[in-house]
């Protein structure tokens, strides 16, 4: 078909004469352009919905934390880590704390102990511009899942020792 016979064509159906490829020959086809830009834009909203965002959150410590004080951070950072979340854990040295990093290096081993159920350490700790103890937690979904499948089947022991109470 030539190019007017095609123009012609597809005014007549109310169409566009889109042109696909040139090489080896020229290839046109008839669509509704508008349309066409309409659904690629629609796909590609979908496409970035289905998308997962992961977020660094920061947790700041200090190598003196009150135990109540680590466990209700640890409390913060296992919301983030069920979100999916990365986060990072920053101990900062006041003063002369600086010179007793291992105290740094016990707080940051405590906190850890009360999230390790459902994280992993992606970054061990490691000392920036002396005065800051730097360590990366992320999700570990196998142990997620695997405590899901345990919180399950104690909800369902509970269930089941309540309904023989009654």
């Known amino acids: 078909?030539?190019?007017?016979?095609?123009?012609?064509?597809?005014?007549?159906?109310?169409?566009?004469?889109?042109?696909?490829?040139?090489?080896?020959?020229p290839i046109a086809r008839f669509m509704d352009y508008?349309?066409?830009?309409?659904?690629?834009?629609?796909?590609?909203?979908?496409?970035?919905?289905?998308q997962s965002r992961i977020e660094n959150k920061q947790i700041r410590l200090t190598p003196l934390i009150g135990i109540?004080?680590?466990?209700?951070?640890?409390?913060?950072?296992?919301?983030?880590?069920?979100d999916g979340d990365i986060v990072k854990i920053s101990?900062?040295?006041?003063?002369?704390?600086?010179?007793r990093p291992e105290l740094g290096y016990a707080a940051l081993d405590t906190f850890f102990?009360?999230?390790?159920?459902?994280?992993i350490i992606t970054k061990e700790p490691v000392l920036n511009s002396g005065r800051f103890l730097d360590m990366f937690l992320?999700?570990?979904?196998?142990?997620?899942?695997?405590?899901?499948?345990?919180?399950?089947?104690?909800?369902?022991?509970?269930e089941h020792n309540a309904k023989d109470e009654n």
């Open 34 to 50: 508008g349309r066409f830009k309409y659904d690629r834009k629609k796909k590609k909203k979908e496409e970035k919905s289905k």
């Open 1 to 25: 078909m030539t190019r007017t016979q095609a123009l012609e064509s597809a005014q007549e159906q109310k169409l566009d004469l889109v042109l696909i490829s040139t090489t080896p020959k």
């Open 113 to 119: 102990k009360e999230v390790q159920d459902i994280a």
């Open 138 to 158: 992320q999700q570990d979904k196998k142990k997620v899942v695997q405590l899901n499948k345990e919180n399950k089947k104690t909800i369902k022991e509970i």
């Open 68 to 82: 109540n004080d680590l466990k209700t951070k640890a409390k913060k950072a296992r919301e983030f880590l069920m």
């Open 91 to 99: 101990l900062k040295f006041r003063g002369r704390e600086s010179q």
